[in-house]
């Protein structure tokens, strides 16, 4: 098994994905663009040519504190549980973060998710006991202007 950063040019080696890694097919024209962004970092795990595993992660900037690192998920397909792959990912995104001067990464996961939540507290993640609530904003898409 491989885990290698991908960035510029690895678009192909999103073309081999396990079913179960991602939420999603895979579109090329997101994935493109996902990975010529700098500020977007994505790590995966490779069983020979196939991805069996990824987890993605964002720096960003606030005008007050220096940068951070927004881990947004981890996938790891269900043939390849329980072998310590999710965490090498998060070592790996964790180790980008330092790299890059991030002061803090973080994660978040639902409150029933025994599974995410024994890997980020394996990978020595402190839980923080605040309850938050999420708020979700559907964006429907814009009306054509072409046509005015």
């Known amino acids: 098994m491989k885990i290698d950063f991908l960035g510029p040019g690895d678009d192909a080696v999103l073309e081999n994905v396990a079913p179960d890694v991602f939420d999603e097919a895979i ?12 500020r977007h970092h994505i790590v995966v795990a490779r069983d020979g040519d196939c991805v069996i595993g990824m987890a993605t992660a964002v720096h960003y900037l606030h005008p007050d504190k220096p940068p951070q690192l927004f881990i947004n998920e981890v996938g790891v397909a269900s043939t390849h549980h329980r072998r310590g792959i999710g965490r090498r990912l998060m070592n790996a995104l964790l180790e980008k973060g330092k790299a890059l001067g991030c002061s803090e990464a973080w994660v978040t996961t639902e409150t029933d998710n025994t599974a995410a939540r024994g890997l980020y507290a394996n990978v020595k993640g402190k839980e923080d006991a605040e309850t938050f609530v999420l708020y979700e904003y559907p964006l429907p898409k814009s009306a054509d202007k072409s046509a005015d």
């Open 27 to 38: 579109q090329p024209v997101w994935a493109h663009e996902y990975l010529n962004d700098p």
